[in-house]
């Protein structure tokens, strides 16, 4: 993706973070959870194109040996061009070499988000049933995936 620029997320980002999240999850996060993600340590990587809008960004949080996924959103009028591909693939990239394992978990609806995964090489690890909450007031699982590095 030529042309859209790796780099992390600051303070002054939070609110178009919590734009993007409205449009790509049904319980998004709020700018002030993106801010306190990042205070506490979190790292939030995005794509941004030339314009300065925010194509793709995703918070991972590292503890040890592992790193866990805790959000990915990616803005509608990018989707289905590699931009999450793209995005997570940057990310791996970069780990830090004694990184050993990376977690995440996605709604067991998400077929395009578990199809990418599987292409990177996570695998099913498991599931939380009844984890993710519904428009409809309904539950669905999480399942949980992993890639061993």
């Known amino acids: 993706m030529a042309d859209l ?17 409205r449009s790509a999850h049904t319980h998004p996060w709020n700018a ?7 205070a ?7 794509l941004r194109a030339e314009s300065g809008r925010i194509a793709a960004c995703c918070v991972a949080s590292r503890l040890f040996d592992e790193v ?11 989707r289905r061009k590699g931009v999450g ?12 070499e004694d990184t050993a394992r990376v ?4 709604r067991a609806s998400n077929r395009a988000a578990r199809g990418l995964y599987h292409k990177l090489g996570f695998s099913e690890d498991g599931r939380r ?3 993710y909450p519904k428009a409809d007031g309904t539950r669905e699982d999480a399942l949980l995936m992993s890639l061993i590095l």
């Open 85 to 96: 591909e793209d995005l997570l693939r940057k990310i791996i990239a970069q780990l830090p």
């Open 40 to 46: 506490s340590g979190h790292d939030c990587w995005l």
């Open 103 to 106: 977690m995440l978990e996605v």
């Open 68 to 78: 866990e996924i805790l959000d990915v959103a990616v803005a509608p009028e990018w």
């Open 32 to 38: 002030g959870q993106y801010r306190d993600s990042m």
């Open 129 to 131: 049933k009844n984890y």
């Open 5 to 21: 620029n790796f780099c992390k997320a600051s303070d002054a980002d939070c609110a178009a973070l919590a734009e993007l999240a």
